[in-house]
């Protein structure tokens, strides 16, 4: 399981700190697979990729685990989108740039990247309206009559327009639904 939290000194700072990087405590929780309200204990760290518009390179990322079954949870800074290489907000750049409610990306993806993105998007408008739909309570969502592009480029739209930051979205439908805003399935399984 993976639970994001915020970088108040930047990503810079995380950067330089690495595993020495004061990460915050697992509050008691409930553990996702033994069922149990237990106090997550620290289970040393592991490196993931990372590609934003500032930087591309492996990142540390803490882990812990749960005394009683042995599970782990990882803490995730909240630039990370579970289970992609590029940052949340350099994706949804892209795709901003593809349909055109931007006129360029700060760093250019792939043309076979931007459509598999693309694709996931449309895939997941509906999941992505129902959340927004929480998210953002008076915002005026998608006419059901619209085709998907259309519908698609909206939510995109919503998105862009609002006040609350990608990074807060996407860790918002990834509490509400299991999965990262564009992933298809969930990333870990539950017993």
Known sequence: MQIFFTLKEGLESYLKSGKKYDFPSPEIRRCHRCNKFVEFKKHGFYERYLVTTEYSGQIVIRRYICPICGCTISYIPDVCMPGFVFST???????????KIISYSAKELSRQLVKYY???????????????????????????????????????????SSKININDISHRFYDISGKAILQKKSLYNSI
């Not at 350099?90 to 593809?98: D, G, K, P, T």
């Not at 953002?136 to 919503?158: G, Q």
């Open 89 to 99: 907000e350099l994706i949804f750049q892209a795709l901003y740039a593809y349909f």
């Open 118 to 160: 693309r694709a996931r998007l449309i895939s997941k408008t509906t999941a992505i309206s129902a959340t927004l739909r929480e998210i953002l309570p008076h915002a005026r969502l998608p006419d059901k009559s619209l085709s998907i592009e259309e519908k698609t480029r909206m939510v995109l739209l919503l998105i862009k």
